[in-house]
């Protein structure tokens, strides 16, 4: 069984996978790669759009690990109607992000927003308003695995936290579990907004207008999920019109986010350049979930961790 890695893996790793029986691994650079590497190619380790046209002519290929946990960027339809088998990385980034999430409800409650800028001017200043996380409630849109680790650190600060996706199917850490249809009329309650959606038909665009004027005035709105998941102009809006206290953008839409954007120079606003799920740990999580779905793929020919739903892009 052929297997093509556009990942750069480690000699270790690559011993780990030639020991599967079975398996004839060969690894190319995602910049490298041609068509003709696919030939005969049954397991694809990740995703390059220069093999998006032999990908979807290839008589062989059954199975694609991508390492990141959005696939948005791939041709669902099309290989769903292949019938290929989508696995992706979800879960590799999850305490990293988890801990970027924390640290934007920290720096808020702290200042620390501020903080940083009194630096850079060369200022000691003390700011209003000192406050702390604990006892406060996180709404934590989109409870995965990131979503999840969220929760678990929130609770261990002393928050209550409020789930919300598409079922109301309890999560371990969320003290309360409510369906998407209930996020608007509970919005109010809480201090921290945290969007961990990935990008779908159902969810662009879904935090706008109507959504930030739902919220308090003291709440924050923090996106870890994907840019095109707000409106960007309704949430400019909402943040100089005083609806929302600030917002913590890992995401944005565009990417990188225009030199001209407002939302460079407001105080209450912290960006970060779509950093969270960057971490040194982040390949041996990844490769981790691809050596096992490989190793049961042999072995019985499906898969068992992080099987994407084409139905849902997830």
Partial sequence: MKVLSLVNLTKKQTEKIQSISGVDLKVVSPKKVTAEDLDGVEVLYDWS????????????????????????????????????????????????????????????????????RHQDAREWKHDEGYDEVYNKTVMIVGVGHIGTLIAKYAKALGMKTIGVRRSDKPAEYIDEMIPMSEMESRINEVHFVINALPDTEETI????????????????????????TTNMSDLVDALNDGKIAGAGLDVTTPEPLPSDSPLWDMKNVIITPHDAGASVHYEERAFAIFKENLKAYVENGDVVVNRVNYSTGY
């Avoid at 769903?80 to 934007?104: F, H, R, S």
């Avoid at 207008?209 to 308090?216: L, N, Q």
Wanted: net charge positive; charged share 25%.
């Fill in 205 to 228: 665009g879904m935090f706008n207008k109507d959504i930030f004027e739902k919220m308090s005035k003291k709440a924050y709105y923090i996106n870890i999920g994907r840019g095109k």
């Fill in 49 to 116: 759009n220069a093999l998006k046209d032999a990908v979807l002519k290839s008589n062989t290929l059954n199975w694609i690990q991508v390492v990141r946990a959005g696939v948005d960027a791939l041709p669902l339809k099309e290989l769903d109607d292949k019938g290929v088998i989508l696995t992706n990385g979800a879960g590799a980034n999850a305490i990293n992000i988890a801990e970027q999430t924390l640290a934007y409800m920290l720096m808020f409650e702290r200042r620390m927003n501020l903080t940083a």
